[in-house]
């Protein structure tokens, strides 16, 4: 069988060829060895620069809004967490099935590019899985048209293998009196730069306009400062509750390395404590938490 | 206050409004003055940075000053300009500038000058006008061409119908897209009506400022009237902040229109980006 | 030459912390940030670049302008005194110190002064350190910078064997050089290590006069692709320096302050009306390629970029400046 990055191409080739679509979005080299930015590929000649190694980290589902307004057919690879994130827009009806073409690809977690660029070249090998992939449930795509067969078994990982850890970080936070926690969460986001590059990643950041593009609207401020960076932060860990996919891409992206996945999982703890074990963007027929009404709620505003 | 402003150039004095004339149902006259007379004294077409100290700031064109005080002449199409619509007579204002180039008085010395105008496109022509009437002898002929969406919606009414026409050797004829029962005059819209009209190019220059759409189509008027870019003179309108070219925004190519405009020939305009 | 053990560091910092706030790039959550030295803690002055450029040092991610009380339609506005805090700023390598000039061009010429700049910057002594080693992503070597001995600086550092190498270059750095004391000794014959040679290298020649025909050129749509529009290139770049003004109303008063924008943004260039110049990521990362690479030049012979490299570090999808450089110089028109 041949390599997973030969089938990449092969596939993309074909589709683009049969005009069965306009556009495959993959990842291509970078600058440096470890890195595999997205790719974008129109013509089927180009189809060779498309790549598939440990660096192919970046979420590509959310690229699929830019094509909203248009009418060409879209190939997209996924991997587990990008399968999720086109779940989340086929969900909050941001985008239509019939003008998506997945490809699945069974993803046995990518590399930490920042290790990677610290550790070396020559000790490629040791680099150690990215963070967003440490507590992955999915490796797999929940979603797809087409699966590319793994050509090496070992290198897959078994599901939730390693889901165990998932809320470490939530729990020690919690631990902590409300001063401690009061001092973390400030150290952490006196640093945000409101680059907004955690939002423009996400797939569950999908409203047209968000408020913090809007600042004369009066509800936020542009001030980079204490209390509206953390207005910032709560109101976008708000909006994507039960919505998360827990890509974690938000926490990568981030200039500052700001540990924003731990705000966005301690919802997600606390909403499968209220409302039952919920991951978000598995199922298309499962409404999120915060997405449905239930005559079994345990909150009493419908009764 | 006068001499933080003269300082820092993005500490504005506060001034007030002093009267405040309805034009048409969204656009107002401000007269604005300070304590110590008038804020500064702008070249026709320049602008001015004008605040509600609780609300915001935003750039307008100047449209006419008087021995003490600024005319701005604003339409109501946002926050900051909502809360002025609101405003009476005695308002407390921020005010700085002047800011930018202003129209090319030098260039149109001596010429005949043709000005088309659209809506509150009028607001920064009408500083030229006017400087033009109390400078009448350096001006050749006036030909003002004015259109406007409805009779109500004709900024300055009483410079339109009764101060202009008085002014001597100067010509004013009025269009609106559309009349209603008592409008006698044009209808039709402006690039047809100036085509009608077909002013001659030579000796002229033509200040246009209006909605970019009525721009768009004077300018190919102008053409097949035969005017050249260098007799094309327009003032723009971008988003601006700090008004002295350095927050960015308003950059043209390498120009910035707060500093480098907001006026400009058609010639010179050609030559940037088109990405206003 | 002077020269310095590291031992002896922390002492000739807190001299100079007697007339002075010293901001020095300290490590801070795995990455090295300019902090004011408060005599604690490990004195490294970095590896490398710090994550963030000191800009913020002289042009301040939000600043307050001025005060104003409101009473009905009556209002009044109240400057703030004068910014008198003198600072030097040790450390700053020679990419950062060219950003420095770059910046006096915005803020103190072509007919305005920037008072709050100004203040900032003519308080400031800045002693700057060479590099030896270039950090992957470095490429300062490509806009004529010398990575071992920065423009504009009062005092110029070297690493050497077991401290520092220091030459005063201004007479400011001669009166530092002078608070400093027997902390300094002769270096002797001792000889500034060579200077760091990047190994990302691009030709810059030509790159303004090819871009000067290529607004309309179809790249923009294609090298915008995996742009995602946030603001993390312009917020890290030490020349960037685009700002809004809005206003911060508590009650019958408020101020009105300044802070970092971003041309990245659509809010930047959207008017009251709701019209829009830029209207998508191509037209808004065309304007910040051009705006370094052309306009930038165009306008103060110089271009606006000086090689850090933080941009291509950072981006989420490695926009690549370099890269863009490379196929500008390529497209065909």
Known sequence: MSSLQEQMRTRARELLSKKEVQVVIGWEKGTFWYLSPPAFITDPDDCERLVWDEFCTNNLAKYLLDYKLGEEKIALFVKGCDARGVNRLLQDNQFQRERVYLIGINCSGVKDGRRAAALGEARRAEVPLAEKCLYCTHPGPVIYDELLQEDRGAGAREAAATAEGRFAMVEKIEAMNPDERYAFWTSQYDRCLRCYACRNICPACNCRECIFDRSQSGWCGKQMSRSENQFFAITRAMHVAGRCIECGECERVCPEGIPIMALNKKIIKDLNELFGEYEAGLDLEVRPPLGQYDLNDPDEFHK | ?276 | MLKIGQDKLPELISAWAGGARVFVPQEREGTSIFTPWDGKGKLTLGQGNTLEPPKDLFFPRTEAMYRYQVNGPAATLETLPPLEEKRVLVGIRSCDARSLLIMDDVFLTRGYVDEFYRQRRENTRIVALACNEAQPACFCTAFGIDPGRAEGADVQMWPGEGGYLLEAITDAGKELLKQAGNLLEEAGNAHPPAAAAPGLQVDTGGVTEKLQRMFEHPYWTAVSRKCLGCGACTYLCPTCHCFDIQGENQGDSGYKFRCWDSCMFSEYTRMAGGHNPRPSKKERLRNRFLHKLQYFPERYGKFACVGCGRCLDRCPVNVDITRVIREVKEVTL
């Open chain 2, 1 to 276: 206050m006068a001499e933080a402003a003269r300082v820092n150039p993005l500490v504005p004095q506060v001034g007030r409004i002093t009267k405040i004339i309805d034009e048409t149902p969204d656009v107002k006259t401000f007269h604005v003055t300070t304590e110590t007379g008038k804020p500064f004294t702008p070249l026709p077409g320049q602008l001015a940075m004008l605040s509600l100290l609780d609300v915001g700031e935003a750039m307008f064109s100047i449209t006419s000053q008087g021995p003490d005080h600024l005319e701005l002449a604003i339409k109501k199409v946002g926050m900051l300009t909502d809360a002025l619509h609101e405003a009476e007579p005695g308002q407390s204002v921020g005010i700085r500038g002047p800011y930018g180039n202003g129209f090319p008085l030098e260039m149109m010395r001596g010429k005949d000058l043709l000005f088309i105008g659209g809506g509150i496109g009028l607001a920064p022509v009408r500083s030229l006008i006017n400087y033009c009437i109390e400078h009448r002898k350096d001006y050749g002929h006036l030909w003002i061409i004015y259109g406007a969406r409805s009779p109500a919606d004709l900024c300055f009414k009483d410079d339109l119908f009764n101060n202009w026409p008085k002014v001597e050797n100067c010509r004013v004829d009025v269009t609106v897209d559309r009349g209603d029962d008592t409008w006698q005059g044009h209808e039709g819209f402006v690039p047809a009506f100036v085509e009608e009209l077909n002013p001659a190019p030579e000796g002229k220059v033509a200040i246009t400022c209006g909605p970019p759409i009525m721009i768009k189509f004077v300018l190919q008027s102008m053409e097949k009237l035969g005017f050249k870019d260098e007799q094309i003179v327009t003032t723009l309108e971008m988003r601006m902040k700090c008004g002295i070219g350095k927050c960015g925004r308003c950059n043209l190519g390498s120009c910035y229109v707060c500093l480098d405009g907001p006026v400009f020939t058609l010639a010179q305009l050609k030559k940037l980006p088109n990405e206003y």
